[in-house]
């Protein structure tokens, strides 16, 4: 394939003629953010769709992304490209917020704790003593 006529498999993206082009064939399409889990880190063949999950925060500030394969549920990092799409980037680092793995009144209760001393600090400094 020509390394700089990208086609998504998953979405049927294809780069506008405008945009830049892209240097290196990237590992994930930057418009889904989805890719093809080709081999899993044992060197099985997968097939798998790696699908995006989150978002990690490099020591540089940079962007990694993190996908799941949802065929045999492999993590993978990849870094994320200029020309990813910035809005799919935004959904995928909000979505644990969307969807947290605690019920929200807890939440609610640890705001009230709070508020009797003001702050979460003065909560955490009453339960040391
Ligand atoms: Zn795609
Ligand atoms: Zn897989």
Not at 67 to 72: G, I, K, N, P, V
Request: net charge negative; with cysteine.
């Amino acid at each position: 394939m020509n390394k700089n006529t990208f086609h998504c498999p998953l979405c049927g993206w294809t780069p506008a003629p405008f945009m830049p082009e892209i240097g290196e064939m990237p590992d994930h399409c930057p418009n889904c953010l989805e890719g093809r889990h080709d081999q899993r880190e044992d060197g099985v063949e997968c097939g798998g769709i790696l699908k995006p999950i989150s978002i990690i925060v490099e020591k540089d500030d940079s962007w990694t992304l993190v996908q799941r394969c949802s065929l045999c549920g492999e993590l993978r990092q990849t870094r994320v490209l200029p020309e990813d799409n910035p809005v799919m980037l935004l959904s995928v680092a909000a979505k644990p917020l969307a969807n947290p793995p605690f019920p929200l009144e807890r939440l609610e209760q640890m705001q009230k704790l709070a508020g009797v001393r003001g702050s979460m600090e003065g909560y955490y400094h009453e339960e040391e003593k």
